[in-house]
Each structure stands twice: as C-alpha cells, then as structure tokens.
C-alpha cells in the first residue's frame, strides 16, 4: 500500500505530491528466507531496480564495483558506494 501511494503521488498533480522525475525504489524482507532478509539483500534489490530503470549506471556499476567479472555484490561497502554514486 506505501508503494502504491508513493508511486501515485510521483504521477499525482496535487500541492504536495513528489516530483514527477522521481523513481520510487522498495524491497520486502522476508524472515523466513535467509536469501531474502539481511541489509545487503536489501541494497542488491534497490540497486537492481536502480539499474532496470537506468541502464547508464551499468558502466558506473563496472567502475565502483571492481573488475572482478562477478555478477553479485559480495559486501555491504561496495553497495553503499554504489547507492551514493547512483544519487550523485
């Protein structure tokens, strides 16, 4: 329902709704999944919806990330300093 909401407000035309060039990110924990549950799991979600919307992050991704040809994100530093190049 807060997703929903959010994204609605992003395409709303009311006095206080967000901007509309804004992207809404979400991530659901699920206690029982130990997949699906810790704070990196919740940083590789985002990043990867951040990546779906923006393909031009990729190379970005590349470059922060290392070049060690792998395919997921084996630490937490490294998905945070993606997150904050992503936003800057």
Same mark, same amino acid.
């Given at each position: 329902?807060?997703?929903?909401? !959010?994204? &609605?407000? *992003?395409?709303? #035309?009311?006095?206080?709704?967000?901007?509309?060039?804004?992207?809404?990110?979400?991530?659901? *924990?699920? #206690? =029982?999944?130990?997949?699906?549950?810790?704070?990196? =799991?919740?940083?590789?979600? +985002?990043?990867?919806?951040?990546? /779906?919307?923006?393909?031009? !992050? +990729?190379?970005? *991704?590349? /470059?922060? &990330? $290392?070049?060690? &040809?792998?395919?997921? !994100? $084996?630490?937490? #530093?490294?998905? @945070? &300093? !993606? +997150?904050?190049?992503?936003? @800057?």
């Amino acid at each position: 329902m807060v997703v929903d909401e !959010l994204k &609605g407000l *992003c395409t709303a #035309e009311k006095q206080h709704a967000i901007p509309q060039v804004s992207k809404t990110y979400y991530f659901y *924990c699920q #206690e =029982d999944d130990p997949e699906h549950r810790t704070y990196l =799991d919740v940083l590789r979600g +985002i990043l990867h919806q951040m990546v /779906e919307v923006n393909q031009d !992050l +990729i190379p970005l *991704c590349f /470059e922060k &990330g $290392g070049s060690d &040809g792998g395919s997921t !994100l $084996g630490n937490t #530093e490294t998905a @945070e &300093g !993606l +997150i904050e190049a992503f936003f @800057e």
